[in-house]
C-alpha cells in the first residue's frame, strides 16, 4: 500500500508558539512516517487580512525555522512556498467557478474573521481564502489534512470542491481525492491571559523562547481568582495553569489536583512546576534551532529544495486538471 498524502500548511506569522505547536505543527512531525508529506507556506493567504508584505520574508525564514528545530525532516516532508508555484493560483482560478459566492459566505470561519477584525468592505480574495486552500490541498491530492478546528469549515469546502470537480469534469475517472481533516487529540491551548492564543494578543509562549522567558511569562499566567492565598484551596478545573499541566505534565496531575484542592500546593509552586516541563519539552527544539539561527542559508536551501519537488507534483496535477476540461 502507498502511503496517503498529507498536504498542511499555515500562513508565515512569524516564530511560532505552543498553540500552533500543538496545534498543527506536532501531528505533522508525529505523521511524517505514517502518510507521505507535504508543507506549505501560505504567504498569499497573508494578503487576504495583511496587504503590507514587508514582513512575509522574514516571517517564512522564522516560521520554517521554527518547523525545523521542532523535528520537521525535510526529506521526508518538503516545505515550499504558495506564491513560488504558480500552478496553485491557476487551479484557484478554475475553482472559483465551481463554487457560490452564497457557499463562501456561509464560511464559519470567515464569519468570525469579519467580526473579530471589524471588517466592513470585504475583499474579494478574502472570501475566496477556502478556494485558494483547496487548490493547495489538491494540487497535490491530499488526503488527509492535520490542521486545528478552526480549518475544518475550509476542508468542508475543498470537499466540495473535489466532489463538483470530479462530477463536473471527470464522468469516467474522478482525479480528486476527498480530503479529510486530521485534529489534534488536544483543544486548543489557551493564552497566558486564559483568551485564545494570538501572538497579536502577547499572550504566547513561543517555541523559541528562552527557559527564564518561560518562568516569566508563566508567572504572569492567570489561576483560579478565588485562590489568593498560597494555602487557599483552589479549583484546577477553572485553572490555566492546570490546563498546561494536563498538555505538559500529565504524570503529575492527579497529585496536583489533589495538592491544589486541598491548599497544600501555591500557585508560584505550582507554575514553576509547569515552566520546567515545558522547558524541559523546549529545550531540544531550543538546541536544534541555535543551528539554524547560525546558518539560515541552510533554511533557504531547504525551502528551494521543497519547492523543486513540489512544483513536480504541481505540474502533473494540471496536466491532468487541463486534459479532463478539455482545455490545452
Ligand atoms: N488556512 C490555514 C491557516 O490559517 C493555512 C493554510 C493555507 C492551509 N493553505 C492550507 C492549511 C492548506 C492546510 C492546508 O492555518
Redesign the pocket.
Known sequence: MPKKRI?????PTGKMHLGNYLG?LENWIALQDEYQNYH?I?DY?VLTTNLSTDEIYSNTIEMVTDWLAAGLDPQKSPIFR?SQIKEHTELFLIFSMLITKARLERNPTLKEQVRDLNIENLIYGHLG??V??AA??LLYK?EV????E??LP??EI?RELARKFNSQYCQDAPIFPEPEAKMTNFARLPGLDGQRMSKSVGNTILLSDSPDIVIQKLKKAVTDPQKMRKNDPGRPEVCLVFTYHKKFNPSEVPEIDTNCRSGVLGCVDCKMKCASKINEMLAPILEKRKSYENNVNKVVDIINDGEAKAKEIAESTMIEVHQKMKIG
Open positions: 498536504l498542511s500548511g499555515m500562513r498543527a506549505l501560505a493567504h504558495q481564502y477556502p485558494l486552500q493547495d490541498i491530499g489534512v492535520p490542521v486545528g478552526d480549518q475550509h476542508i475543498t
